[in-house]
Nanobody
Framework: QVQLVESGGGLVQAGGSLRLSCVASIKFFGLKPMGWYRQAPGRQRELVARITRDGNTNYADSVKGRFTISRDNAKNTVYLQMYSLKPEDTAVYYC????????WGQGTQVTVSS
């Protein structure tokens, strides 16, 4: 059974940083591309960053240069380091495989105050 547990969110001022973690109970985790997604109130969920099994990364234009996705396959964990946070980054952040599966975790709330 797939289980995704995100953590590390919180309230931060604009310009601040946060590091999100996601422990993924996914079979053959090390072989799967993974992604971080976010959903702001009233908006559709969007892909923020993704990473291949080999560590190649890709980012949405809105976060490029500010966010870094990484993974530790030995720990079945994917990370999202976020710098220079903006109020528009406020959302619930989720991890999932890429493309995403139907199973989602509870997410972790990130709130950036101006």
């Amino acid at each position: 059974q797939v289980q995704l547990v995100e953590s590390g969110g919180g309230l931060v001022q604009a310009g601040g940083s946060l590091r999100l973690s996601c422990v993924a109970s996914i079979k053959f985790f090390g072989l799967k591309p993974m992604g971080w997604y976010r959903q702001a109130p009233g908006r559709q969920r969007e892909l923020v960053a993704r990473i291949t099994r080999d560590g190649n990364t890709n980012y949405a234009d809105s976060v490029k240069g500010r966010f870094t996705i990484s993974r530790d396959n030995a720990k079945n964990t994917v990370y999202l380091q976020m710098y220079s946070l903006k109020p528009e980054d406020t959302a619930v952040y989720y991890c999932n495989s890429f493309p995403s599966s139907v199973n989602w975790g509870q997410g972790t709330q990130v709130t950036v105050s101006s």
